[in-house]
């Protein structure tokens, strides 16, 4: 493929379910003709909602980009637990569904800092060996707990044993894990069986777009700037925009660890404090 100068930005998709987050970076490559691409967090096959895409040199910004809060909404079905703490995998324990206040209780005791054991189907690796790969040849690995935050809960409804929540959590949260372990926690047992990203950082579901309309040729990028829009920002002049395209410091004015270096209306560069100046770590535009 004869590939022109990558566009620069930030891309919003709607993934539909049943293909991978990988597979949709794959095809929004082919449409929008760059190779140039990287995202923001994946979601499982069988999951929906925003993914978010960074294109050409805004892919730089990636490890600055905020990830928390993630916004989802899932449907948790009590009654069985399966191998993979969704609705993919095999049943391994059945439970009878808890009454409300337990799970309530539950929600409560699941909301803040936590310890979460990662689903034994994930991409957690012990000794170069993904966790995923191990469980599927039927030697699944013991994974130590993660320190994950769960910011609140929102019940939206019971119809049957199935309960629609909302949750707002951070970024390395497995929702998967988190319905598996409020069957627990409720005396009972539970599993996935629905999952759609609304949020992430700053970026909202209703701001993305189908990947069918990208591929039609209507996508649509928000500035890099879009990416950093959390740090501060601190407008540069011609002089010190020219140092900083240069890998030299300049003079901070704005509080906070790093910052948004602008010019002319431009994210120019992301930086980071060093007695009192900003050293750039990642730069947007060539010297």
Wanted: hydrophobic fraction near 45%; proline fraction near 7%.
């Amino acid at each position: 493929m004869t590939e022109t100068r990558s566009p620069d930005g930030v891309l919003l998709v709607d993934k539909p379910a049943g293909l991978s987050s990988h597979a949709v970076v794959d095809r929004a490559r082919r449409a929008l003709g760059t190779r140039r691409i990287g995202h923001g967090g994946t979601l499982d096959p069988f999951a929906t909602g925003l993914l978010v895409l960074l294109l050409g040199r805004a892919t730089r910004l990636l490890p600055y980009l905020a990830h928390d809060p993630k916004v989802y909404r899932a449907t948790i079905r009590f009654g069985r637990a399966t191998t993979t703490d969704d609705a993919t995998g095999e049943p391994v324990n059945e439970a009878p569904v808890p009454a409300a206040g337990a799970v309530e209780e539950a929600v409560a005791a699941m909301t803040g800092y936590l310890l979460q054991r990662p689903p034994a189907f994930s991409a957690k690796q012990v000794g170069g060996v993904r966790a995923y790969k191990a469980a599927r040849r039927g030697k699944p690995m013991t994974l130590e707990p993660v320190a994950v935050h769960v910011h609140g809960w929102r019940l939206l409804g019971w119809a049957g044993a199935d309960l629609d929540v909302e949750v707002s959590c951070g970024p390395g949260t497995y929702v998967r894990a988190l319905a598996r372990d409020l069957g627990e926690a409720s005396a009972s047992a539970a599993h996935l069986v629905a999952l759609r990203r609304l949020r992430s950082g700053p970026f909202d579901v209703t701001q993305a777009q189908t990947l069918g309309a990208i591929e039609d040729g209507a996508a649509r990028l928000l500035s890099p700037a879009s990416a950093v829009s959390h740090l501060p920002d601190q407008p540069l002049d011609d002089l010190e925009a020219k140092r900083i395209v240069h890998g030299q410091m300049v003079r901070a004015t704005v509080d906070g660890p790093r910052a948004a270096l602008s010019h002319a209306g431009e994210l120019l560069a992301v930086a980071e404090r060093e007695d009192g100046q900003w050293r750039p770590r990642v730069v947007l535009r060539d010297a």
